[in-house]
């Protein structure tokens, strides 16, 4: 079973700023792996697929890369909206999730 | 518009059964793998099942094999999970997703979610 381990736990920034997130597999997943946003009471929302590929109607500021086992989900400067916790996964895996919190 | 739509949650007892149901709508319910995926409350994501477009191929995590089974019928646009020998840590928002490739091949990302039902097993 590959294990996917995030971090850091939580994430505390100011609109405006950069956030980066990180998630290393246990072993290598090639590109295979995907970030999905949820915010509270809604379902996840699907942000990036193979690791660099924007989902439909996601905007810009995200950014995925990474490739093997060391992968980075870059949210160029934070909107109000963007603060929730965000998971990577990997097939059947996901990982625990980071916290986006303001500061 | 593509929806799904999740029902048949509730409170029951451990050891007992319940049948989750997931309605499609807006988008060719036959040509997609279909998954459901849970959320025990304030914790993260696990996926518990998936099923392939034809219903011959359905996959598990261990902690449910030979208690939970998934199906699907194309005629109804519904995804179904039997719940079977509920235990308290099943307790959980379970959600159907929708895979994104709808070319056959499983790509095991999840692009459309329900807005998940709750399982609660307590006595």
């Known amino acids: 079973e590959i294990v996917l381990t995030q971090s850091p736990a939580t994430l505390s920034l100011s609109p405006g700023e950069r956030a980066t997130l990180s998630c290393r597999a246990s072993?290598?997943?090639?590109?295979?792996l995907a970030w999905y946003q949820q915010k509270p009471g809604q379902a996840p929302r699907l942000l990036i697929y193979?690791?660099?590929n924007r989902a439909t109607g996601i905007p810009a500021r995200f950014s995925g890369s990474g490739s093997g086992t060391d992968f980075t989900l870059t949210i160029s400067s934070l909107e109000p909206e963007d603060f929730a916790v965000y998971y990577c996964?990997?097939?059947?895996?996901f990982g625990q999730g980071t916290r986006l919190e303001i500061k | 518009e593509v929806q799904l739509v999740e029902s048949g949650g509730g409170l029951v007892q451990p050891g007992g059964s319940l049948r989750l149901s997931c309605a499609a709508s807006?988008?060719?319910?036959?040509?997609?793998?279909m998954s459901w995926v849970r959320q025990a409350p304030g914790k993260g994501l696990e996926w518990v099942a998936n099923?392939?477009?034809?219903?011959?191929?359905?996959y598990y995590v261990d902690s449910v094999k030979g208690r939970f089974t998934i199906s699907r019928d194309n005629a109804k646009n519904s995804l179904y999970l039997q719940m079977n020998s509920l235990r308290a840590e099943d307790t959980a928002v379970y959600y159907c997703?929708?895979?994104?490739?709808?070319?056959?091949?499983?790509?095991?990302?999840?692009?459309?979610w329900g807005q998940g039902t709750l399982v609660t097993v307590s006595s």
């Open positions: 193979d690791a660099s």
């Open positions: 996964q990997q097939r059947s895996n």
């Open positions: 807006g988008f060719t319910f036959s040509s997609y793998w």
């Open positions: 099923i392939k477009q034809d219903g011959s191929e359905k």
């Open positions: 072993q290598s997943v090639s590109s295979y």
């Open positions: 997703a929708r895979d994104l490739d709808s070319s056959g091949y499983y790509s095991g990302y999840f692009d459309y």
